[in-house]
């Protein structure tokens, strides 16, 4: 790769990392890219670009770069950043566009907590976008998951609820949580966090489900709970 080729590829991320859509970007992301550009030269004249706010292959670098980091508190940086990136419409749709909520997700597996906390909240706002709950849904399996095995009340476990209430909002997807209604109930009794009674709430709307949340086999008292 050309002097040209690594200096552009430099700026486009600078303009990601410092601007986009007012996201307030990670400095210690910002500090990783430079570190990476070679000779003093190099960082010179990268830093000395001028790249236009914004840059669509500034979004798709960032993607890349998350993919290509072998360091977890560089991913973790990373996610950080596309996560407030996440909160604004356009860049849910356009890193939906450009495959990112893929190779986001792909990190829910990853073995550091931190760095699946990370995802789960960078997925949480991109969840809020309707057109990426129809790509998101086929990860509730893994979501499900993380939220039976992880500690009660754990970041883990409460970062997953908050995605898992967001996929719950429609009635679309809301036919896949029915086999984890138990579940969801069980843990409203040993947890002190509302989110599980949102997830419940949102399922409680769907009159499809409410035979499913009726019959589950948990203590009463939730129930009365609900009802109150």
């Known amino acids: 790769m050309g002097d040209d080729n690594v200096v552009s590829r430099l700026g486009s991320l600078k303009a990601l990392l410092g ?11 910002y500090k990783l890219v430079f570190s990476r550009a070679g000779d003093v030269n190099t960082k010179k004249s990268a830093k000395n670009l001028i790249v236009q706010p914004g840059s669509l292959m500034a979004k798709v670098m960032l ?3 998350l993919q290509s980091s072998p360091n977890p508190e560089e991913r973790r940086n990373v996610l950080v950043t596309l996560g407030n990136a996440a909160a604004f419409t356009v860049n849910q749709d356009l ?3 450009f495959g990112g909520l893929h190779i986001i997700a792909g ?6 907590p931190e760095i ?3 995802t789960l909240n960078a997925l949480n706002n991109l969840s809020m976008n309707i057109c990426n709950q129809e790509q998101l849904k086929i990860y509730l399996p893994s979501v499900m ?3 039976e095995t992880s500690p009660v009340n754990s ?4 970062a997953a609820l908050r995605l898992l209430t967001n996929l719950s909002v429609t009635d679309n997807h809301q036919h896949l ?3 984890s209604i138990t579940l969801l109930l069980s843990l409203l009794i040993v947890s002190n966090d509302i989110q599980v009674l949102k997830v419940l709430v949102n399922l409680s709307s769907n009159p499809d489900l409410m035979d499913d949340i009726v019959q589950a086999q948990v203590n009463k008292h939730v129930f009365y709970g609900l009802a109150a």
Do not use: C, H, T, W
């Open 63 to 65: 993607l890349s770069l």
């Open 155 to 158: 970041d883990l476990q409460l």
């Open 116 to 118: 699946r906390v990370q």
């Open 95 to 97: 890193l939906r566009e």
């Open 177 to 179: 949580m029915k086999n």
């Open 19 to 29: 601007i986009v859509a007012g996201a307030g970007a990670s400095y210690g992301v």
């Open 107 to 112: 990190f829910l597996s990853d073995p550091s």
């Open 145 to 147: 998951q993380m939220i």
